[in-house]
């Protein structure tokens, strides 16, 4: 068993996936999937299922790593922001080598920054 890949559903993929390429160094995996079909109905569960987007492969494991699976859905419901306390998944981590910089540059290409940059030595994690 190993871990593939997370779903983003976004309002459009193709501005989200720009933004995980041209931040983080994510890399598109074609082809462009474009999915409809009473396979996608059954498996979730939405009638009329419509879906667009790509693979984007993560930075740092090869060819053959895991990637973020950014999709568009032709019809797609709205939500609020979720805030970091709340039920479901919480975050993305990168490993990177300047925090302050790579903030700015996720400025740049349109991220916002919530709460402050903080550091913390976590002596169990230690090596």
Request: aromatic content about 10%.
């Amino acid at each position: 068993m190993r871990f593939a890949h997370t779903n983003i559903v976004s309002k459009n993929w193709k501005l989200l996936a720009d933004f995980y390429v041209n931040t983080f160094h994510c890399k598109i995996v074609p082809p462009i999937r474009k999915q409809s079909g009473e396979w996608l109905e059954k498996g979730t569960g939405l009638k009329n299922a419509n879906l667009e987007g790509a693979h984007l492969l993560l930075p740092g494991h090869g060819a053959d790593g895991p990637t973020l699976e950014i999709y568009q859905y032709a019809s797609i419901e709205d939500q609020d922001f979720v805030l970091p306390n709340k039920r479901g998944f919480g975050h993305i981590a990168f490993e990177v080598e300047n925090v302050e910089l790579t903030l700015e540059t996720l400025k740049q290409n349109g991220g916002e920054a919530f709460g402050e940059v903080t550091k913390r030595r976590v002596e169990e994690l230690v090596k």
